[in-house]
């Protein structure tokens, strides 16, 4: 057990199998001076250092095969929350409008060539790992889980009034209840590969952001496996411009979550940017709510920084449906407002669904209400199997160029490895 600790320049922390690295359940032991870490206030001072900071590092990495586990689910031990609030708790105070004050658990800032192997991170209180601003991120095997077996039931059957509230504690926890647990999230970053990794959470299993400077660049996302969680993500933070990322060979089950996402790149007017040349293919999809989602209007902030999607390529996706949602929600817009007119550009080639086919969301956020809208869309040379929905008009900026061809859909029929065949404390 631990309170935070700080890697230095070619420095490997590893953690041998068998060995976990607990954090500390002590807010005061993160607390970088206001003094309201563990507690949520209306202002949002980012009060809490993470668990364990890399800073300007080069070839520094955490390695082995333990694990490092946030203890997001247990009781605080000093503060106001001491003995009645996990961190999770705190967490879920920002449901009435207030700013939860929890540590992130892996914080890369700046530095190069930071290294994650086959490490188990899990129960983060905020975040799990984060990178700003790093040329040259490599996560290999790595495995990351919120709430694990310690902190739910099996299959996250949590019985009724265990679950937490804005005033009640929880004595149980589910992927929906353990907020703002992003599982890896590259910002401002490039040279990042994530590859043969397993991510189940409580929001964005990946979510790539470029917020402010450099731009976020050559990113691939190989051979992974996603479980419960906001799905694969680009965004909402844009703005300093994200171009040539990859995804390829991706399953993702959703379980038939209510905020289970697939693909989806995010953003607003106060946080946009040019989002290019992002292409997916060999992907699985399963039990989604919204498996497909390009959405520039993610909130109603306002601003003029404009999202810009564009040179967006599917290319071999398959959707096994749900039991509980069918074929899930779709959405596809581009942003035309504010005397801009930024045309989402996407490329269908052999994107199918099985079963009931998918349907459009509405629009929100004051984007357009009837989706798709300001798309420009390019079909085949492989089916679109909701093609038919799709049709061109003037009047909401719809375009149709190509034709859906035919092709045998991407083989899902051993894409879907249960999380708890490499990860013996999940849940599912």
């Not at 390695?63 to 609030?85: C, E, F, M, Q, Y």
């Not at 959405?331 to 045309?343: D, H, K, S, V």
Request: neutral net charge.
């Amino acid at each position: 057990m631990s309170g935070p600790l700080t890697l230095k320049s070619g420095v490997q922390l590893w953690i041998d199998t068998n060995v976990t690295l607990f954090a500390s359940r002590n807010p005061a032991d993160f607390d970088n001076g206001p003094g309201s870490c563990g507690t949520a206030t209306s202002s949002d001072p980012n009060a809490c250092n993470p668990f364990i900071l890399a800073s300007g590092t080069i070839n520094s990495g955490i390695v082995g095969g333990g694990a490092i586990d946030g203890r997001g689910g247990s009781l605080l031990t000093s503060g106001p929350n001491a003995g009645k609030r996990s961190w999770w708790d705190v967490a879920w105070q920002s449901k009435s409008g207030l700013n939860q004050q929890n540590p992130r658990l892996i914080q890369v800032n700046k530095g190069s060539n930071f290294t994650l192997h086959n490490i188990t991170v899990q129960n983060s209180p905020n975040f799990h790992i984060v990178t700003s601003g790093v040329s040259g991120v490599t996560a290999w095997g790595i495995k990351i889980l919120s709430p694990s077996a310690v902190y739910t039931k099996p299959s996250y059957a949590c019985p009724a009034g265990t679950t937490p509230d804005v005033l009640t504690p929880a004595t149980c926890f589910t992927p929906d209840t353990v907020k703002n647990t992003d599982g890896f999230d590259p910002g401002t970053s490039s040279k990042v590969l994530l590859a043969y990794s397993y991510i189940s959470t409580g929001d964005d299993d990946v979510a790539v952001k470029a917020g402010g400077s450099p731009a976020s660049t050559q990113l691939t996302f190989a051979h992974n496996h996603f479980y419960y969680g906001h799905g694969m993500s680009i965004g909402s933070e844009t703005d300093a411009g994200l171009s040539d990322l990859a995804v390829i060979d991706l399953s993702i089950d959703g379980y038939d979550s209510p905020n289970g996402n697939g693909l989806r790149i995010k953003s607003d007017a106060s946080r946009g940017g040019n989002v290019h040349n992002v292409s997916y293919s060999q992907i699985c999809l399963r039990n989604l709510r919204r498996p497909l989602v390009f959405d520039p209007f993610y909130s109603s902030a306002t601003g003029s920084k404009y999202p810009n999607f564009n040179g967006i390529k599917l290319s071999g996706v398959h959707s096994l449906g749900s039991a509980k949602y069918g074929g899930g929600l779709m959405t596809f817009a581009g942003y035309a407002l504010n005397g801009q007119n930024n045309p989402l550009t996407i490329t269908l080639d052999n994107v199918v669904f099985d079963g009931k086919q998918p349907t459009f969301d509405t629009g929100h956020n004051g984007g357009p209400s009837t989706l798709p809208a300001n798309v420009h869309f390019t079909f085949g040379p492989g089916p679109v199997s909701f093609a038919s929905a799709i049709a061109a008009s003037p009047s909401t900026d719809v375009t149709v160029t190509g034709t859906p061809g035919t092709a045998a859909s991407v083989d899902c029929s051993k894409a879907f490895v249960p999380l708890s065949s490499v990860l013996p404390n999940s849940p599912i």
